[in-house]
Every structure is written in structure tokens, then in C-alpha cells.
Nanobody
Framework: QVQLVESGGGLVQAGGSLRLSCAVYGRIFSYYTMAWFRQAPGKGREIVAAISRSGNNIYYPDSVKGRFTISRDNANNAKITVYLQMSSLKPEDTAVYYC???????????????WGQGTQVTVSS
């Protein structure tokens, strides 16, 4: 059983910053790829960052490149923590943010096996 728990969402003004965290529990091995997705009202879920086990392979779409930074802490195999540092936030970044995991790097929603419950991020103008 694998459980992902996000935290750190909230309300922030445009131009501000937030740091999201995702704690991963259960039979998860440190070689799993971790990713952050978001879903705005009335829109599909989209990837905003992904990081490989080693951290050497990182992906960002153009919409967040240079503003978002993903990182992970594999120090404890019983619990992995993944972070999403978001800066220069824009109103269009408003969404529910989810963390997800799968064995290898991928970019599509359908390819991810395990998901958290999501955390709301609201950026006011």
C-alpha cells in the first residue's frame, strides 16, 4: 500500500511564493519517479514537474519553467518527501496540486500509478 500526502497549499498574492510538500509512505522504493500535477477548475490535469530517483532527470513544461523547482529527499527509504517550490506565482497558477508516482519518468496523467488527495493553491491578482 502506498500513500501520498500533500501539504503547503494556500492563498498567496500574485508574485508571491509557496512551497508544497508531498510525503510518500508505504512500499515505495527510492527508484520511483515523483511528479507534481495541477488541475484548474474546468480544465484537465497537467504536469508541472517531474523528478527521477537520482534527481538527475528533471522535467518542467514551459508554463512553469524558471518559476517552479522540484526536489526530493530520499534519505529515509521508509518515507520519501518531494517538494515543489513555486515562485513568481500568477493567477493562472490557481489549481489543486497533486503529487504522483510511478516507476520511470513519464509526463501523462494516465501513466501515473499512485496519487495524493491534492492541495489547493489560490493566487490572487
Amino acid at each position: 500500500q502506498v500513500q501520498l500526502v500533500e501539504s503547503g497549499g494556500g492563498l498567496v498574492q500574485a508574485g508571491g511564493s509557496l512551497r508544497l510538500s508531498c510525503a510518500v509512505y508505504g512500499r515505495i522504493f527510492s527508484y520511483y519517479t515523483m511528479a507534481w500535477f495541477r488541475q484548474a477548475p474546468g480544465k484537465g490535469r497537467e504536469i508541472v514537474a517531474a523528478i527521477s530517483r537520482s534527481g538527475n532527470n528533471i522535467y518542467y513544461p514551459d508554463s512553469v519553467k524558471g518559476r517552479f523547482t522540484i526536489s526530493r529527499d530520499n534519505a529515509n527509504n521508509a518515507k520519501i518527501t518531494v517538494y515543489l517550490q513555486m515562485s513568481s506565482l500568477k493567477p493562472e497558477d490557481t489549481a489543486v496540486y497533486y503529487c504522483a508516482t510511478r516507476p520511470n519518468m513519464a509526463y501523462d496523467v494516465e501513466e501515473y500509478d499512485y496519487w495524493g488527495q491534492g492541495t489547493q493553491v489560490t493566487v490572487s491578482s
